[in-house]
């Protein structure tokens, strides 16, 4: 069964590795009508496992429609257009998670970097690369010893592990790093499931795209408000910025080649956020 059937089995998330003030001017370039939650461990108590080895927060990112039927396209290729949209640009990774009815599997997307990920069939065959999950590993900051040493096992035949089972094992890893996903937002749910349970979380908020001045105030708000010094202005800021811009003009044309529009639309965020840095850099120079 392919993933843009319909199935009530299809489903994603989008896990970022920061708090959600900073993720929702990036959540409101993508366009969509999104649940923005907090998705930060416990950090209270003793001993060696009772609080996260770094100090990330996290946040969970769900769909509230469902844009691999109105794109005709795979929901592995949505989510990754999505993340990429959403790494591009910030400091912190974002990784999707997406199962169908088929498969499950993972993108983290960083930066300008290249993509990783890895993918299993539903009844939790690995299909992917191993070098993959010891780049994902290193890309977060993972120990190299233990937990490569599960994420290894993960790339392993197991009879008793079903694509779901694989997720959860992924998020298991990820709780060291500080990531708790909210009650009844786990992988396996349908996204009908997923959006419910995400509305009733303490802290959820909406992000819901109300046209292009309401989202480059939000985007304004956070360069005045956060720490993020020399890359707002100057020379080096309008580098990343014309950077940001010529990739995104790249990507767009490619994705339109291929008639992918999630890709498509990655390079169209890319190109917005490019313009907005290069507008602002030159808005803040006139002050």
Same mark, same amino acid.
């Given at each position: 069964m392919n993933a843009t059937s319909g199935s009530g089995s299809v489903g994603a998330l989008l896990l970022c590795a920061a708090e959600p003030e900073a993720v929702r001017p990036a959540a409101h370039l993508l366009r969509e009508r999104l649940l923005l939650a907090?998705?930060?461990?416990?950090? @209270?108590?003793?001993?060696?496992?009772?609080?996260?080895?770094?100090? &990330?927060?996290?946040?969970?990112?769900?769909p509230e429609g469902k844009p691999w039927l109105d794109d005709g396209e795979p929901?592995?290729?949505?989510?990754?257009?999505?993340?990429?949209?959403?790494?591009?640009?910030?400091?912190?990774?974002?990784?999707?998670?997406?199962?169908?009815?088929?498969?499950?599997?993972?993108?983290?997307? @960083?930066?300008?970097?290249r993509q990783v990920g890895y993918e299993w069939l539903a009844d939790g065959?690995?299909?992917?690369?191993? &070098?993959?999950?010891?780049?994902?590993?290193?890309?977060?900051?993972?120990?190299?010893?233990?937990?490569? &040493? @599960?994420?290894?096992a993960l790339t392993r035949p197991d009879?008793?592990?079903?694509?779901r089972a694989r997720l959860l094992g992924l998020i298991a890893v990820l709780s060291r790093l500080?990531?708790?996903?909210?009650?009844?937002?786990?992988?396996?749910?349908?996204?009908?499931?997923?959006? &419910?349970?995400a509305r009733v979380q303490p802290g959820a908020e909406s992000v819901e795209w109300s046209g292009w001045r309401d989202a480059v105030r939000a985007e304004l708000d956070v360069v005045e408000s956060?720490?993020?010094?020399?890359?707002?202005?100057g020379p080096r800021a309008r580098l990343l910025n014309g950077a940001q811009l010529a990739a995104g003009v790249s990507l767009a044309l490619?994705?339109?080649?291929?008639? @992918?529009?999630?890709?498509?639309?990655?390079?169209?965020?890319?190109?917005a956020q490019g313009a907005l840095g290069l507008a602002y850099d030159r808005l803040r120079a006139r002050v």
């Amino acid at each position: 069964m392919n993933a843009t059937s319909g199935s009530g089995s299809v489903g994603a998330l989008l896990l970022c590795a920061a708090e959600p003030e900073a993720v929702r001017p990036a959540a409101h370039l993508l366009r969509e009508r999104l649940l923005l939650a907090p998705a930060d461990a416990p950090r @209270s108590g003793s001993g060696a496992d009772a609080a996260p080895r770094s100090p &990330e927060r996290w946040s969970v990112v769900v769909p509230e429609g469902k844009p691999w039927l109105d794109d005709g396209e795979p929901v592995d290729r949505v989510l990754a257009g999505w993340a990429t949209a959403l790494a591009v640009g910030v400091t912190w990774p974002v990784l999707a998670l997406w199962w169908d009815a088929d498969r499950a599997g993972f993108t983290l997307a @960083s930066g300008f970097r290249r993509q990783v990920g890895y993918e299993w069939l539903a009844d939790g065959t690995p299909v992917g690369e191993d &070098e993959a999950m010891r780049t994902f590993a290193a890309r977060l900051g993972l120990d190299p010893v233990l937990d490569m &040493e @599960s994420l290894a096992a993960l790339t392993r035949p197991d009879a008793d592990a079903d694509g779901r089972a694989r997720l959860l094992g992924l998020i298991a890893v990820l709780s060291r790093l500080g990531l708790a996903l909210p009650a009844g937002l786990a992988p396996g749910e349908p996204a009908d499931r997923l959006r &419910e349970a995400a509305r009733v979380q303490p802290g959820a908020e909406s992000v819901e795209w109300s046209g292009w001045r309401d989202a480059v105030r939000a985007e304004l708000d956070v360069v005045e408000s956060g720490p993020v010094g020399p890359w707002v202005r100057g020379p080096r800021a309008r580098l990343l910025n014309g950077a940001q811009l010529a990739a995104g003009v790249s990507l767009a044309l490619w994705g339109l080649r291929r008639r @992918s529009g999630g890709w498509a639309f990655a390079g169209g965020v890319l190109v917005a956020q490019g313009a907005l840095g290069l507008a602002y850099d030159r808005l803040r120079a006139r002050v």
